[in-house]
């Protein structure tokens, strides 16, 4: 069974682009979110789609934005990228099942981000 | 406010030893806890999670232990091998209830097993 798969893995941006990454959920998996990690900050929640529905958001600016597709597969975008948003962008699937294992979140390899 | 934390930034073990590694929580919402091992650069692996209704779960050479009283858990590895050597974070979630995929993570704890 195939892991959660993101793309690309690596890349590097100027300051004022934008950037966008894409995530392919484990198969059967309906809720993806997504991650920032940074030194200084850690592992951070930007937000977690389901159904194609944005239902929870983390503490960043709207210039963070993502969607989800009726496949589930997933996609985030960064626009007016800055020097901070230098970072390993993580995305994770799971079942969605309302109690127990199911719960259990699964990540990818991350997308590796630099803005220079 | 950090509402999961792993108060020690590292650990150092020797081989066949056991790694106890610690985590505390605040937020009394929080009642599903996952263990996580990761390298630089990559995705965090899931290791082991354990619910609220449990105070113990066993997977091979890991054991999480839950305290909920105390709102603290510990993962056991033993025994503990130079493979393990990784950063290990403690994650918490509400297990349930609209929360389903947001995490919140401690900073982290670089285990170092030493042959």
């Known amino acids: ?116 | 406010d950090q509402q999961v934390k792993q108060n020690s930034p590292s650990l150092s073990v020797q081989e066949g030893r056991i790694s106890i590694l610690n985590c505390d929580y605040t937020n009394s919402m929080f009642d599903y806890f996952l263990w996580y091992k990761k390298y630089p650069a990559e995705g965090p692996t899931f290791l082991i999670s354990i619910s609220s209704i449990k105070d113990k779960n066993e997977d091979g050479r890991f054991t999480v232990f839950l305290n909920k009283s105390a709102k603290h858990l510990s993962l056991h590895i033993v025994p503990s091998q130079p493979g393990d050597s990784a950063v290990y974070f403690c994650a918490a979630k509400r297990d349930g209830g609209t929360s389903y995929g947001k995490l919140t993570f401690g900073q982290g704890t670089i285990l170092t097993v030493h042959p």
């Open chain 1, 1 to 116: 069974k195939a892991g959660v798969t993101q793309t690309p893995r690596y890349l590097i941006k100027t300051r004022g682009q934008q950037v966008t990454l894409s995530c392919s959920p484990i198969s059967g998996h309906r809720s993806v979110s997504w991650y920032q990690q940074t030194p200084g900050q850690g592992l951070q929640f930007l937000f977690e789609y389901f159904s194609e529905t944005q239902r929870n958001k983390g503490n960043f600016p709207g210039r963070f934005s993502g969607r989800q597709f009726s496949n589930s597969r997933s996609e985030m975008n960064v626009s007016t990228l800055e020097l901070g948003d230098s970072a390993l962008y993580l995305c994770a699937s799971s079942l969605d099942s309302p109690r127990g294992s199911g719960n259990t979140i699964y990540f990818g390899e991350g997308s590796w981000l630099t803005v220079v």
